[in-house]
């Protein structure tokens, strides 16, 4: 069974950084591409990154330019890190996890398995 734990969210002021980590497990993690998708409240989920099962990143979104999604495939491990960030960057931010193609990935948002989420606050 795969499982997703997201970790390394919390408060930070406006301009502050902050790097997301996804633990993955029961799974080829190397056969999976990742993703980071986020959801604020009141809104629809909105995806922010993912990362090939090669290393192809891939953004979209208002926190494209701010962020930097990668993987290190020895430890099934996921990092996004966030720069510049905005009192409107406050969501609960989910790891996804998806063995399609990269197309349906990239094109359909094509994810089949979802960590909990991990909070993400910023302050003004």
């Known amino acids: 069974q795969v499982q997703l734990v997201e970790s390394g969210g919390g408060l930070v002021q406006a301009g502050g950084s902050l790097t997301l980590s996804c633990a993955a497990s029961?799974?080829?993690?190397?056969?999976?591409?990742v993703g980071w998708f986020r959801q604020a409240p009141g809104k629809e989920r909105e995806f922010v990154a993912a990362i090939s099962r090669h290393g192809i990143e891939y953004y979209e979104g208002s926190l494209k330019g701010r962020v930097a999604i990668s993987r290190d495939n020895a430890d099934n491990m996921v990092h996004l890190r966030m720069s510049s960030l905005k009192p409107e960057d406050t969501a609960v931010y989910y790891c996804a996890a998806s063995s399609a193609t990269w197309d349906a990935v990239v094109v359909r948002k094509d994810f089949g398995s979802w960590g909990q989420g991990t909070q993400v606050t910023v302050s003004s």
């Open positions: 029961g799974l080829t993690f190397s056969d999976y591409a």
